[in-house]
């Protein structure tokens, strides 16, 4: 290459090497030189020592292309990652850190670890997940087969009285709105009495179906052995059948 020596370089060290050209050609002030590449004085004279001597290879950094004193070996990886794809493949990055530190004596960051199982393809990142594809519900069929019921607390009549609950009852079928009753709050009683005022109106649904709120599901079935709460037990005794759905988005249905 005609005697010359190919020198990698970033962009902050090139203005780093225009700057001290100018300095030791007279075109700019020591202090200048510190104040545009943000060193001390004392930096700038060192810098144009080691130009002198060395040309501006002296400028770039002596670690460029060199492995890090805090890498850890190919060998270390290799035995991890092994292990990994062969116990605990459907581990997550955390969990897996765990168990090659308790199991295996392989003490590593739990970030070394996520990064290794993801360039392993052992690991995909959730925002590089493709989305869950949920099949729509299909409506019922007839009026009153199926109703929604649900509540909203909001400040419904803004200002003019305290804020409140809106229990809604909506035909799965038509998706007419069948229902409409306020309370103070969402509880047991509240719903027993927008029920009734349904059943005297509307007559029996044959179910109704909400979300996973106390009054519905018990939250406390392991500890008490009752999954069925007061409201699925009065809907029972009327032949009503209850269903709860796993999400928001699920008591949605194809149009």
């Given at each position: 290459m005609n005697g010359r020596e190919l020198i990698t370089a970033s962009m902050r060290e090139l203005e780093r090497v225009k700057v001290i050209e100018a300095?030791?050609?007279?075109?700019?002030r020591c202090f200048q030189a510190a104040e545009r590449l943000q060193l001390s004085e004392r930096q700038i004279s060192r810098l144009c020592r080691r130009y002198e001597a060395c040309g501006p290879a002296g400028l770039v950094s002596?670690?460029?292309g060199r492995p890090s004193n805090r890498e850890l070996s190919i060998d270390l990886?290799?035995?991890a990652m092994a292990l990994v794809r062969e116990r605990y493949t459907d581990f997550g990055p955390t969990l897996a850190c765990e168990k090659l530190a308790e199991c295996h004596g392989i003490a590593l960051a739990k970030e070394t670890v996520r990064r290794w199982m993801r360039d392993a393809g052992l690991w995909i990142p959730r925002a590089q997940r493709p989305p869950k594809v949920y099949q729509p519900?299909?409506?019922r069929a007839c009026l009153g087969e199926l109703v929604q019921i649900d509540g909203s607390d909001h400040r419904w009549f803004e200002e003019r009285a305290p804020a409140c609950t809106l229990l809604v009852y909506v035909d799965d079928a038509t998706s007419r709105i069948m229902h409409l009753h306020f309370t103070q709050t969402e509880s047991t009683f509240s719903y027993f009495e927008a029920t009734r005022a349904y059943l005297e109106r509307h007559g029996k649904p044959v179910a109704l179906y909400s979300d996973k709120a106390s009054v519905f599901r018990s939250v406390r079935a392991p500890e008490t052995g009752r999954s069925v709460t007061h409201f699925g037990r009065a809907m029972y005794e009327l032949n009503i059948d209850t269903f709860c759905a796993n999400s928001s988005s699920a008591k949605g249905c194809a149009a």
């Open positions: 300095v030791i050609e007279g075109r700019l002596a670690r460029r990886r290799a035995r519900r299909a409506r």
